[in-house]
């Protein structure tokens, strides 16, 4: 299994920045593409910005020129530094990973979530 914590949320005024971390941990596994998801009341879960192993990076349009991401594989972390808020940003942010997993030689792929971080931009 994979644990993700995330870090970072707040409260910020728009205009404002906040940066979010995201480490993942356990036991033999191997982390492939890493994320930020978002979710506003009465909304589904969205993709903000996505990162590939090997570094490729897709942002939702939204988000372009204000968001962005990176990751440190060394630390199984990934991060979203978010500038420029805007109060339509306020949402609970999720991190998310596709990962393997070993059980004895065989490993399995999964996808993880963190428990979510609450970011509100106030007007």
């Known amino acids: 299994q994979v644990q993700l914590v995330e870090s970072g949320g707040g409260l910020v005024q728009a205009g404002g920045s906040l940066r979010l971390s995201c480490a993942a941990s356990?036991?033999?596994?191997?982390?492939?593409?890493m994320g930020w998801y978002r979710q506003a009341p009465g909304k589904q879960r969205d993709l903000v910005a996505g990162?590939?192993?090997?570094?490729?990076?897709n942002y939702a349009d939204s988000v372009k020129g204000r968001f962005t991401i990176s990751r440190d594989n060394a630390k199984n972390t990934v991060y979203l530094q978010m500038n420029s808020l805007k109060p339509e940003d306020t949402a609970v942010y999720y991190c998310?990973?596709?990962?393997?997993?070993?059980?004895?030689?065989?490993?399995?792929?999964?996808?993880?979530w963190g428990q979510g971080t609450q970011v509100t931009v106030s007007s």
């Open positions: 998310n990973a596709e990962a393997l997993v070993a059980t004895g030689n065989i490993w399995y792929p999964g996808t993880y």
């Open positions: 356990g036991s033999m596994f191997r982390i492939n593409a």
């Open positions: 990162i590939s192993k090997d570094g490729t990076i």
